[in-house]
């Protein structure tokens, strides 16, 4: 079965490339606009990973991760950030929230494509065991 | 008629008793002595004669009244007075001559004492003069040491080991006072040589930085300045660096305070890290478009034409975007560049120490410290950086109603986490991403920044989390990085005063203990004055006058200082009688628009606070500040001195007390006289000069000196 992500992220130029390369590596892709709507699709469709935005018209990222990560059922869901908010301060904050990876913008498509292939073959090997 | 003492009255009773023992002496004679036949007529004599010998005897006892009245008058009377002068020569006014009306010898002694005085005169204005030309060369010095203090862009303050102002210069009063028109100055922030440091600045500041400067000593640090930040007048914010003074004992004798304005820097500062970091991440999302575009293009040469149409539009979006963005140029002002709020190095476990006392003392909440095992440090800015864990802990116990906190630190690669954890309740997250805006008041003692502020300047972090290891448990954590870099600060040294005080302000100072509530039995001569004097509409407080003008000034120290006045015109909202207009020239005009007596009173409490009350016939003064408390508040209970009662006090002989006679009597020139102001200071200089006349009559306290006022025969007036 075909992995589930979900792309939270208000930018369109982010959006087109990554769902495209996403979708090339044989997952399905679901994308959100902000963080309810993310919310309301994690609830209802439970995708394998997100890859997660910070800077969010009004509910940002790190609430979405937080309240994720709140929940015991989704323990199993991998969450990138996926943002402009580079510095260092900013990262150890974001990783504190409980997120699997952090990829700093700009980035390269490879970076993106190995980290999730990463993250998604640990589950996979989890669930088979 | 002039008025008659007991010893006039005593006399002619002597005189009498005298007489009548004559009259018995000359009876028993003339029993005893004369012969019967003698005896027997002298009776027949006396009944014949009765009315001349009546007559005579009267006669006798007049003239000899008249005697003793004109011995009185012409010797004992001026031998007072002249006693009571004498006085006066040494030392409060050495011109003083006497002239004085009485016997031939009484002028001789007038004319020999005058001659006296004539040469203590000169001898006086002999050291005099020599104590000048020495004083004239220290003099330079001080010009240069006020120029100095003038044109310092800083403010500087310097006080005494208990937190008592010696010294300060124009700009550090403009900095916590602001410029505005002294009417409207708002009291409880006056700066002022005597005043506490504490009624400047926040006190758990000032004896946090001396705490920590007294550690420093005892470390022997060689950088021992301390920084704080605090508000300064009209919404600016002052940094506040604190240099500690030693004697030539390398002793702790005082504080250097040094003020400077960062408002600016920091306003363009915080525009500036502001404006950076947006201008970065708005390029760093544009440019991860075009990157990721570009890079799919590259990767998938076979996509279908739709989407390379769209993904080169992306990329051609995204490079105009950042070209807009480089358009805008965040303008950086090159002088802003260098950081005016200096971040010090500290380590975690004093910082968590401080944080435990804060908040037991400020918040009532008690904190737990998680064991400490090694040391780690950071980089903060103690007083801001403090107040921020404050007062999240003020909200965690607000929104959640824990009782207690635990602080941890938790090392981290590149940082340390500062967590403050509580057990219970989560907080919603539009919950505390609120706190971040908010201004950082914690108290009633705050600064103007917010707290997100604040933690961009420390280049740190704030979040919230639940705990995964313990169940219900939750923390904040302070990310703060840690200090790879010793920065060398810019270190000031240490003042060392020289073995002699120069002189500028008032550095006996240095070893006045601080005022205590037990005044009364201080020396007069140490205590602290606010003399003052009021104009009104008459002279009937309780028939409805009304105070239209109040001047004071303050004397420290024996000094009085002409720079610390209160001067201030009210309004009494009623008219004024052109017989009041005459004498004191204030027209009603000249009070339109000003201040009610419920602004301008507590005023005067305040720039009296802590001061001994004096005025020239006190009671007329007082009656209408009492008649006041109710409508305004402001009770005065300062204890009062008269200085009309000390005249009597110092001078009982004397008959006239009023302002002009007594500054004649002590060679005080009034200025201005009958404007408030000018009284007031004119009351002051002659307060000074009866104090030494005080102490020749064994009067030193204040105890004392309220005593006597109160004997004197003027206080039996009443108003």
Known sequence: MPKEILIVDDEVSIVVPIQFLMEQQGY???????????????????????LLDIMLPGIDGYEVCEIVRLNPEFRDVKIIFLTAKGREVEIAKGMALGADAYIVKPFSNAEVVEKVKELLSDTHEKTGT | MKKRGHKFWQAIALSFAAGLIICVGIAVWIKTQLSPEAQTLLPGLLKDHFIPLFILVVLLLLVGAWFLDSILRQYIRPLRKIAEQISLVNPANPSHRFEIEGAAEIQQLCDQLNQGAAHYESLINNIGSRVNTARAQSEDEKNILAAIMSELPEGVIVCNPDGQILLYNNRAKLLLSGSGDDSREKPGRFIGLGRPIFGVFDENLIRHTIDQITDKLARDEPNVVSYFVSPGAENTLLRVEVVPVLNHRRQYSGLILILSDITRQLESQNYLNLSLQSFTRAIRASFAGIRSAIETILDYPDMDAGRLETLKKIIHKE???????????????????????????????????????????????????????????????????????????????????????????????????????????????????????????????????????????HNAEIGVYASRRLKDKFYVRFFLPVPYLMRPEKSRSITILPESRPEFYDFDMFLQPAQHPELESRKLAELTYTVFDLETTGLNPNEGDEIISIGAVRIVNGRLLQNERFEQL??????????????????????????????????????????????????????????KEQQTGVRFRNPVLDTLLLSAVVHPSHEDHNLESIAKR?????????????????????????????SQQQILTLQEALAASRKTFYARQKF
């Open chain 2, 666 to 694: 002590l060679g005080v020139r009034i200025l201005a006289r009958h404007t408030a102001l000018g009284d007031a200071i004119a009351t002051g200089e002659m307060f000074l000069k009866f104090l030494p006349l005080l």
């Open chain 2, 319 to 457: 490079s105009l975007s950042i070209g807009n963005i480089l358009e805008r140029d965040p303008t950086l002002s090159s002088h802003a560049m260098f950081n005016q709020w200096p971040l010090v190095r500290v380590a975690v476990r004093d910082l968590f120490e401080m944080l435990q006392t804060r908040c037991l003392q400020s918040l009532n909440l008690h904190v737990h410290v998680e064991d400490l095992s090694t040391e780690h440090y950071v980089s903060v800015d103690h007083s801001s950086f403090l107040l921020a864990m404050l007062f999240v802990i003020q909200q965690i116990q607000t929104t959640t109603g824990v009782g207690e906190l635990t602080c941890r630190l938790t090392p981290l690669r590149r940082f340390v986490g500062l967590d403050l954890l509580w057990a219970g309740h989560p907080i919603k997250a539009d919950v505390w991403k609120a706190w971040e805006t908010l201004p950082l008041v914690v108290e009633k003692e705050g600064l103007a920044l917010t707290l997100r502020e604040v933690i961009d300047h």
């Open chain 1, 28 to 50: 399905n892709v679901i994308v959100a606009k902000n963080g309810e709507d993310a919310l309301d699709i994690i609830f209802k469709y439970r995708p394998d990973l997100i």
């Open chain 2, 570 to 627: 009210v309004d009494p909202r009623r008219s004024i009688p052109w017989t009041s207009v005459k004498i004191h020239g204030i027209h009603p005009e000249m009070l339109q628009g000003r201040p009610t007596v419920d602004e301008v009173l507590p005023m005067l409490h305040d720039f009296a606070k802590d001061t001994i009350l004096v005025a020239h016939n006190a009671a007329f003064d007082m009656r209408f500040l009492q008649l």
